[in-house]
């Protein structure tokens, strides 16, 4: 019968020490004392510890680390995604350099340069703005790259993308607000996000189309602004209000949960109740949209597992498995915003 | 007369594109195509353009990078903290490597460990877990080490630190609440922030005592938690209302802003109306705090100054120049979530 294999755990429990210190003291860490390290590298010897080939042979051929470049730190949508790419890379003994981009195309190349330097094994893109001409130079760096819901021409062998099918969510949303009876739906887009703001723009027209509803112009309004940032969509969101209002909707599908916070708050401060008088639905559901008032109806957006799964096709590239792409179905969050169209 | 010095900026003027393109064009970058790079550099030695010194020396010596661990990309308190670090790092030509270490000293090690390994010249940390024996493990990396918002021992010309001073902040917030009439108030505190949250309590004595308030035990409720996340700071919110209703307080001053809006969510929920019933205060000004109803009365932190001094006090140091520490002063932010002591 085959000896179960020591691993890291059992020299740790032996050892009394954390996984950590083991893992460290395996890797020569300067951050472990000189008498700690030998006595584990001893006692790993002495149990007869084999280091995962796989991981192993990874960490002499590359650097263990990827890097991560998202639109910005503050938007919360990012933060989840950052979440279950750190999960999968840690269990993996990898690492996540993260910059942010700051919606800016220049600097998410300048990010992208300082990774190569930095030579990371592969680089992950949660970037809004995405263009083909951006993919080409990508492909240059020859390092595996995978696209968190952005999409872009190249070659599909270091090439892969991972996203949340953008316009179904938005036809989710609006299905929703028509199953309350509403007909006069507006819809709130972000102009610094093209290519998911026409996604969600395009499932917003297929859903009312489907109903035999033809949306007047009025009803879809983009408020300008290029940076992405949640005083942008706030301020996006408390701008639309009056509108809306002007164009006669009974409720809103906003591009996002933050700018759809923005709107309630306007509403609050101009007597708008809500869902009363305007049912108001989000895209994210972000950690807060079940805490402002009334707490927020939205399309849930599974980002830890984009964020997991993006990280799993890097690592399948880098041991030359081949990678996948992934469309991930959002599913709709029925809070307190939303209700019956009121006759 | 000495003439003036040519910048990257003439240049692009002159040649026509971008002052990223010129400097990538003037560093060998690999994102330019080599018809371009030898035009700029072509034109460049026509104008006699000559690289800023100090640029040029720090970026032959080092690598440019400093790497930053924060407590939580979710947190939204780090991410202005991130945005004055990068402004900051950037117009010096420097890349900024973020990592998050989810509150765990484990991976606040490791984190560092891996920028050791990726020779980043300086290192910023803005993690809330901090001992002194950290501090110490700080000092072996021999790398320029600013902490913000944390202060641990160690040898003084390598470690830095920059912060707001939370006594004084939440001094602050406890006086407002005194000069609405308010005396039987709360503190809400946080188990996952221990040094802060030890100053914020701190404050919240000094304030009453020096009214002549003596604080009952049950008017300070610290939840359980380590993970300070979002999720456990709304959960917390929400869960305190009922021990300080039961306590009888007729406001509470919160350790953040995020726990905070979890109370006025529960305030709602239960029908206890923000600020007739109970006036409440958090702390930060996160940008969501003027959005949620009532808008958030709240002790402002200057983040982005924060991140902006720290990345400065780097730059002294790699140009040997002598570091110095700060203490930043909080403001007052009446909104609407406190009012008068209704009698």
């Given at each position: 019968m085959r000896q179960p294999e020591v691993s890291i755990s059992d020299i740790a429990r032996i050892a009394g020490v954390s996984h950590t210190t083991v893992s460290r003291a395996l890797r020569e860490s300067p951050l472990i004392s000189t008498e700690t390290r030998e006595r584990i590298q001893r006692l790993a010897g002495e149990l007869g510890y084999t280091p995962n080939a796989i991981a192993r042979s990874l960490q002499t051929k590359q650097t263990s680390t990827v890097g991560l470049v998202v639109?910005?730190?503050?938007?919360?949508?990012f933060s989840d995604i950052v979440k279950g790419v750190e999960a999968v890379a840690r269990a993996s003994d990898f690492s996540v350099l993260l910059s942010a981009s700051y919606n800016d195309p220049e600097q998410t190349l300048d990010i992208i340069e300082t990774f190569h330097r930095r030579r990371v094994d592969g680089i992950l893109v949660a970037s809004s703005r995405i263009s083909d001409n951006y993919g080409r130079r990508l492909h240059h760096t020859h390092i595996p790259t995978v696209l968190i819901n952005s999409q872009v021409e190249g070659q599909a062998n270091l090439l892969h993308w991972i996203s949340v099918d953008d316009r179904r969510g938005a036809q989710m949303a609006v299905e929703h607000l028509l199953q309350l009876g509403h007909r006069a739906i507006g819809y709130l887009g972000s102009h610094s996000r093209p290519a998911s703001n026409s996604q969600r723009h395009q499932g917003y027209l297929d859903a009312l189309r489907a109903a035999g509803v033809e949306p007047l112009p009025s009803w879809v309004v983009t408020p300008p602004g290029?940076?992405?940032?949640q005083e942008e969509d706030i301020s996006a969101g408390q701008q639309a209000l009056a509108p809306f209002l002007a164009a006669g909707v009974t409720a809103v599908f906003c591009y996002n949960d933050m700018i759809a916070i923005g709107m309630l708050a306007s509403c609050h401060a101009k007597g708008v109740r809500v869902p009363q008088d305007l049912s108001v639905i989000g895209f994210d559901d972000i950690t807060i949209a079940s805490c402002v008032t009334p707490p927020l109806t939205t399309i849930h957006q599974p980002r830890v597992e984009l964020g997991r799964l993006a990280t799993q096709v890097m690592l399948d590239l880098l041991q030359d498995r081949p990678g996948a792409d992934h469309t991930l179905c959002p599913t709709l969050v029925q809070r307190a915003s939303t209700a019956p169209l009121s006759t």
């Open positions: 639109t910005s730190i503050a938007d919360p949508f290029d940076e992405a940032s």
